[in-house]
């Protein structure tokens, strides 16, 4: 009975190493593709990022730090933020959804007329720089989960493949052993009762 058990053990062990390694390989796929994502857009911040430095650089030097300060105060607005909840292969994760942050020139709260066009290309460049932050923190976020995640399959891949499944080949081979001295010492038995 007990090896019995243990074959059906060892084949509960196995159907699920193999549905690890398809985990695994799902994640380590969805990782990679994220990755690709995330590099992209590290490139694309940093590009956005210098221009909008320099724009404020040169709206600095123009305009002043008080016009700066005061437009900056007039465009001050909240951003609706909300995370939702994806789920990959049993791996949950959180998404950033956002309103729109690039907005029009008369929608920024100052008046146009009082606010020069560096001031104005200033508050463009850097409201793309958040939009970009906001999208970057999704993937981000995903990211880390996944790689998380795919240490977490692949140390339960090696305890099941290292450990539990050759314990039950041990025990399995023991059994056996003891089943076949017990039928030799029968075998045996019968012999000698026969002479």
């Given at each position: 009975?007990?090896?019995?058990?243990?074959?059906?053990?060892?084949?509960?062990?196995?159907?699920?190493?193999?549905?690890?390694?398809?985990?695994?390989?799902?994640?380590?796929?969805?990782?990679?593709?994220?990755?690709?994502?995330?590099?992209?857009?590290?490139?694309?911040?940093?590009?956005?990022?210098?221009?909008?430095?320099?724009?404020?650089?040169?709206?600095?030097?123009?305009?002043?730090?008080?016009?700066?300060?005061?437009?900056?105060?007039?465009?001050?607005?909240?951003?609706?933020?909300?995370?939702?909840?994806?789920?990959?292969?049993?791996?949950?994760?959180?998404?950033?959804?956002?309103?729109?942050?690039?907005?029009?020139?008369?929608?920024?709260?100052?008046?146009?007329?009082?606010?020069?066009?560096?001031?104005?290309?200033?508050?463009?460049?850097?409201?793309?720089?958040?939009?970009?932050a906001l999208r970057n923190i999704s993937v981000e976020m995903r990211l880390k989960k996944l790689g998380s995640e795919t240490k977490k399959v692949t140390r339960r891949i090696n305890a099941l493949h290292e450990v539990m499944i050759p314990a039950l080949t041990?025990?399995?081979?023991?059994?056996?052993?003891?089943?076949?001295?017990?039928?030799?010492?029968?075998?045996?038995?019968?012999?000698?009762?026969?002479?």
């Open positions: 009975m007990n090896l019995l058990l243990l074959r059906r053990r060892i084949e509960v062990a196995q159907r699920g190493l193999a549905l690890l390694h398809s985990k695994r390989e799902a994640l380590v796929r969805e990782f990679f593709a994220v990755m690709d994502r995330m590099v992209d857009g590290r490139g694309e911040m940093e590009s956005v990022m210098g221009q909008a430095l320099s724009s404020l650089t040169l709206a600095l030097s123009m305009e002043g730090r008080a016009s700066l300060r005061s437009a900056g105060y007039a465009a001050r607005r909240r951003l609706s933020i909300e995370l939702t909840e994806r789920n990959v292969w049993g791996v949950r994760f959180p998404e950033v959804h956002y309103g729109p942050v690039i907005r029009a020139f008369d929608a920024r709260g100052y008046a146009v007329s009082w606010v020069s066009a560096h001031i104005d290309e200033t508050a463009r460049r850097f409201e793309q720089v958040l939009e970009l041990r025990e399995i081979r023991n059994i056996r052993q003891t089943l076949e001295e017990r039928e030799r010492e029968d075998l045996f038995r019968m012999k000698r009762f026969k002479t």
